[in-house]
Nanobody, 122 residues
């Protein structure tokens, strides 16, 4: 599975961005697809994921109520709508997937996309 993330950029606090991740390759048995982020000096952390077949969604507490994950199964796309952004959301965001399980931690991720930078200014 190959993952291609896009949509990062620079935004002021309180603003919005929408990230996209396109999955290709052996996607027919994908279990979960989601997002992690990593700020300088920090470990990579879980942000959100979606159960590919059932559509169940999961969020880190820090983004609940502000971020929304969605999917387009027909086009193998997942989106992360980020609203009311805060400076603490500044990080490189990575798309991630697994064919077997949820991607709740980095150790469970089978496939990583390249990162896309999100910078939130004051």
């Amino acid at each position: 599975v190959q993952l291609q993330a896009s949509g990062g950029g620079l935004v002021q606090a309180g603003g919005s961005l929408r990230l996209s991740c396109a999955a290709s390759g052996r996607t027919w048995n994908m279990y979960s697809l989601g997002w992690f982020r990593q700020a300088p000096g920090n470990e990579r952390e879980f942000v959100s994921e979606v159960d590919w077949s059932r559509g169940l969604t999961y969020y880190a507490d820090s983004v609940k109520g502000r971020f929304t994950i969605s999917r387009d199964n027909a086009k193998n796309l997942v989106f992360l709508q980020m609203d009311n952004l805060e400076q603490e959301d500044t990080a490189v965001y990575y798309c991630a997937s697994s064919r077997r399980t949820r991607v709740a931690t980095p150790a469970l991720v089978e496939y990583w996309g390249q990162g896309t930078q999100v910078t939130v200014s004051s």
